[in-house]
């Protein structure tokens, strides 16, 4: 008999894997509010975004999980395709501003791919497991309400610990209007993505990552076209 974690697409509540990810949003979201607590700077996030990837790695080659495997390539590909989205932020829209004495890869700090990649997985997985639930349209709709829920707080806790700040654009708790709806339109299609995914190869993963990606520059251009 397989297991959870093999069959990913059958998951209905309790594995190993979901306790872990449940595990990771929790030491994510603590970590990220110790930094806002005491404006630990840029280092603390490069700490954060890589160190919580290569911990999903690490689970997910201990436990030879080719479901995370999929996961951690499309977030990473997302991610890195996410650059054109950011430079579009910085350098189009003014609104974003990252600090000028860190590593940088395009527009954004050198971290910013992985930092994705960990969100992307984060959010998605949580969504997916509504899905084994409700039908998709509601797993869609219920990890839309978490992202404007979870990213608005961690944008919230960047700029006290010094990762990120907006300006020029209105806003609520240091967050714009426009990048909480964007947000949201971002993780409302990843239960789609990590279902369609869930028992395909990792050239699908790869080609979903890329979609993603390409879809956080749209959902940011929507949403700052209609209240930026």
């Known amino acids: 008999m397989q297991s959870a974690i093999d069959t990913p697409g059958t998951y209905k509540g309790n594995t190993q894997e979901a306790a872990f990810i449940f595990g990771t949003i929790i030491l994510t979201l603590t970590i990220?509010?110790?930094s806002s607590y005491t404006?630990?700077?840029?280092?603390?996030?490069?700490s954060l975004a890589i160190g919580m990837?290569?911990?999903?790695?690490?689970?997910?080659?201990w436990?030879?999980?080719?479901?995370l495997y999929r996961l951690l390539l499309f977030g990473l590909i997302a991610g890195i395709v996410e650059l054109l989205a950011d430079c579009w932020l910085v350098q189009s829209?003014?609104?974003?501003?990252?600090?000028?004495?860190?590593?940088?890869?395009?527009?954004?700090?050198?971290?910013?791919?992985?930092?994705?990649?960990v969100v992307l997985i984060q959010v998605g997985y949580l969504g997916w497991l509504i899905s084994g639930?409700?039908?998709?349209?509601?797993?869609?709709?219920?990890?839309?309400?978490?992202?404007?829920?979870?990213?608005p707080l961690f944008e919230h806790w960047a700029f006290g610990a010094g990762w990120w700040y907006y300006e020029g654009t209105?806003?609520?708790?240091?967050?714009?209007?426009?990048?909480?709806?964007?947000?949201?339109?971002?993780?409302?299609?990843?239960?789609?993505?990590?279902?369609l995914q869930s028992h395909k190869k990792y050239i699908l993963a790869a080609g979903f990552g890329l979609i993603q990606g390409l879809w956080i520059w749209v959902a940011y251009y929507i949403a700052y076209n209609i209240i930026g």
């Not at 404006?39 to 490069?46: I, Q, R, T, V």
């Not at 990837?53 to 080659?61: G, K, P, Q, R, S």
């Not at 436990?63 to 479901?67: I, L, P, V």
């Not at 947000?183 to 409302?188: A, F, Q, R, Y």
């Open 93 to 117: 829209t003014g609104t974003l501003i990252y600090p000028v004495n860190e590593p940088m890869i395009a527009c954004s700090p050198l971290y910013m791919p992985f930092a994705w990649a």
């Open 133 to 151: 639930h409700k039908p998709l349209w509601f797993s869609m709709l219920a990890t839309m309400c978490l992202g404007l829920l979870f990213i």
């Open 32 to 34: 990220a509010a110790l």
């Open 63 to 67: 436990k030879k999980d080719t479901f």
């Open 39 to 46: 404006e630990a700077g840029w280092f603390s996030a490069f």
């Open 170 to 195: 209105p806003m609520i708790f240091n967050t714009p209007y426009y990048i909480i709806m964007a947000e949201g339109l971002i993780c409302m299609v990843l239960p789609l993505f990590f279902t």
């Open 53 to 61: 990837y290569l911990v999903i790695a690490t689970f997910a080659f």
